[in-house]
C-alpha cells in the first residue's frame, strides 16, 4: 500500500494551495482518506477526512469554512484544498488511510504517506 502526498509549497498568507494525496495498492472503499498536520514542536494533528466509498466529509474546528476534502475516484486521489492560509497552518500534512474506528485520532488510520511541507509567511 502505498500513499503519495504532494503540492505542499510556501505560500503568503492568505493565499491558497491544494495537497493531493495518490493512493495505490489495495482497494480502499471501507476506509477513511485523512490529512493530518505536524507542526514543527507540536503532536501531529488531525486536519480532515472523507469516507472514500462516499461521504460524509469531517473538519477540525481549524479547518472548517477554509479547507475542502475531496475524492477522484478515477484517479485514486483525495485532494486538501486549503485557502484563507494563516501562518498557523505552517506545517508537514500527512494524508493517510484507514478502517478509522476512530476518525480524528492517529490510531484509526493504518497507512501513512511521507509527507508534504506547507509554509505560509506573514
Known amino acids: 500500500v502505498q500513499l503519495q502526498a504532494f503540492g505542499g509549497g510556501l505560500v503568503q498568507a492568505g493565499g491558497s494551495l491544494r495537497l493531493s494525496c495518490v493512493l495505490s495498492?489495495?482497494?480502499?472503499?471501507?476506509?477513511?482518506i485523512a490529512w493530518f498536520r505536524q507542526a514543527p514542536g507540536k503532536d501531529r494533528a488531525f486536519v480532515a477526512t472523507?469516507?472514500?466509498?462516499?461521504?460524509?466529509?469531517y473538519y477540525a474546528d481549524s479547518a472548517k469554512g477554509r479547507f475542502t476534502v475531496s475524492r477522484d475516484d478515477a484517479k485514486n486521489t483525495v485532494a486538501l484544498q486549503m485557502s484563507d492560509l494563516k501562518p498557523d497552518d505552517t506545517a508537514v500534512y500527512y494524508c493517510a488511510a484507514g478502517p478509522a474506528s476512530t476518525i480524528t485520532t492517529r490510531r484509526g488510520y493504518s497507512y501513512w504517506g511521507q509527507g508534504t511541507e506547507v509554509t505560509v509567511s506573514s
Open positions: 472523507i469516507r472514500w466509498s462516499a461521504g460524509p466529509m
Open positions: 495498492g489495495r482497494t480502499f472503499s471501507s476506509y477513511f
